[in-house]
């Protein structure tokens, strides 16, 4: 089961003299079919160049084309990483290993190397990685990135004691010690729909896409509203093709009946034959129903071409978005959306916006293209490594119970934790759509029981509540 449907890209710097400061040590493996350990990333301490460049990617596919021997520094605390470095996903693997390497060098923690081992994006490739890394003496693992992958190295990694946090949202492959970063579904839904109803909102109606992840946000939508006083109206599923959007769409906005009722209140109107009755009728004309639809929000969890395509379809078929609210998921968090004049106003779940913002702008200078927005969970995880370092020492990162403080972490995505069965669960913010941009109107929870116990990174804990930390 793969689910990995992410939000589009938003848009990241690495400090410049980084570059010099690496040239000699940073070495990037992509494993591919060569039976050598992937090479290692080791960083110094030291303050933080003013200037900002990426680190010398192209050394690391030349040394992986040529099979240059890696290199292993026993001194070091080797953090493997599973990411698609070659192959159709190699684009999305760089990014992330990219965002890694950035939270490593912001660490200043030279007990640490980062070692990259190529995945290929196939099951086949993701078993070698890991196998790898095992034998390279890896202390923790991340990735890999597709649930396909992250259950294929599972076999690889039982009974090693090692604790493995993966880029992906499936919960089918977590399991305790087998920790997931990606954006949880029902995370999303639950947030928005328990801030629609605290917003006053009773009636709600959904329109589901066809697969798994539809499927997902259905069962988190009867789930937020079983226990409330909110009830669903209508649900409606739909095909994952444009031209196929014009039929669910009207059937949940119950146009056919609506309009009928419209054309028989005016013929009725017309059959009294008065001068009053007459012009009332005539003016019923331009409306192509008379009542509105019987919920005030409903729930779109998608995102990109297919919801501007399906964005002007509600108000054409009556549901006016000036009464009915629009909900969404994470998917929500594009924008391309802004341009939309029916979604202006949508609610949707997600991190708040600035410091995931900072960080991918970063990236994107450092790379010369837009990275994906889930570049932000490789920095976090690399920088959650780092935090757990610095606070218990090399034991620590072997040891499930430090992941699972129920106060959570902080991260440039916001306040994070994991749960026993290996899922995360995020504080997120509620964003709205505007033409100007995302605008939070609900901020993130600072906790989730009592202070946060970790905080991954130094600007963010100062954007905080000091009394929160």
Same mark, same amino acid.
């Given at each position: ?5 992410? =939000?589009?890209?938003? +848009? ?8 010099? #400061?690496?040239? *000699? @040590?940073?070495?990037? $493996? !992509? ?84 070692? =990259?081992?190529?995945? +290929? ?8 990685? #890991?196998?790898? *890394? @095992?034998?390279?003496? $890896? !202390? ?101 093709? *444009? ?227």
């Amino acid at each position: 089961m793969r689910i990995e449907k992410t =939000p589009a890209p938003s +848009t990241l710097a690495l400090p410049n003299r980084f570059v010099l #400061a690496l040239c *000699a @040590v940073f070495f990037v $493996a !992509a494993c591919g079919a060569s039976t050598t350990p992937g090479s290692s990333i080791p960083r110094t301490v030291g303050p933080a160049p003013s200037v900002e460049q990426s680190p010398p990617m192209e050394a690391a596919e030349e040394q992986a084309a040529t099979g240059a021997p890696t290199l292993l520094n026993a001194r070091h605390i080797n953090i493997a990483i599973l990411l698609p470095l070659s192959g159709d996903d190699k684009a999305v693997g760089k990014a992330l290993l990219q965002a890694a390497s950035m939270a490593l060098f912001e660490a200043y923690d030279d007990r640490l190397t980062l070692v =990259p081992y190529d995945t +290929t994006g196939t099951r086949e490739g993701a078993a070698l990685a #890991a196998q790898k *890394a @095992v034998d390279g003496g $890896a !202390a923790i693992i991340l990735g890999p990135l597709f649930s396909g992958n992250v259950r294929a190295v599972q076999p690889i990694l039982a009974g090693r004691g090692l604790v493995q946090i993966s880029f992906s949202n499936d919960r089918s492959v977590a399991a305790p010690g087998r920790y997931i970063m990606g954006f949880q579904v029902e995370n999303e839904v639950g947030r928005v729909m328990q801030f629609a109803l605290d917003r006053g909102h009773k009636n709600f109606a959904g329109l589901f896409p066809d697969g798994i992840y539809g499927t997902l946000v259905r069962e988190a939508f009867g789930d937020s509203l079983e226990a409330t006083s909110g009830r669903v109206t209508a649900m409606e599923r739909y095909h994952l093709q *444009a031209d196929t959007l014009d039929h669910p769409v009207r059937i949940i906005a119950d146009y056919d009946r609506r309009k009928k009722h419209r054309d028989q209140e005016i013929d009725f109107l017309l059959s009294l034959e008065d001068d009053m009755t007459d012009e009332i009728a005539k003016s019923l004309k331009p409306f192509d129903t008379l009542e509105g639809v019987p919920f005030d929000a409903l729930m779109v969890p998608e995102g990109g071409s297919l919801m501007r395509t399906l964005g002007p379809l509600l108000p054409y078929y009556e549901i006016d978005p000036n009464l009915v609210r629009f909900l969404g998921t994470g998917l929500m968090n594009d924008i391309s959306l802004r341009r939309e004049p029916p979604l202006q106003g949508a609610w949707f779940a997600a991190p708040e916006p600035a410091a995931p913002d900072a960080i991918l702008n970063k990236l994107a200078d450092s790379m010369g293209v837009s990275p994906p927005r889930i570049a932000t969970l490789a920095y976090d995880a690399m920088s959650l490594v780092a935090h757990i370092m610095r606070s218990y020492g090399r034991d620590g990162l072997s040891d499930s119970d430090v992941f699972l403080n129920p106060r959570g972490f902080n991260g440039i995505d916001g306040l994070f934790r994991f749960t026993q069965e290996g899922y995360s669960e995020r504080a997120l913010a509620i964003l709205e759509i505007r033409r100007s941009g995302f605008l939070v109107v609900d901020g993130a929870p600072k906790r989730f029981r009592g202070a946060v116990s970790g905080v991954l990174r130094a600007e963010v804990k100062q954007a905080n509540d000091p009394a929160n930390n």
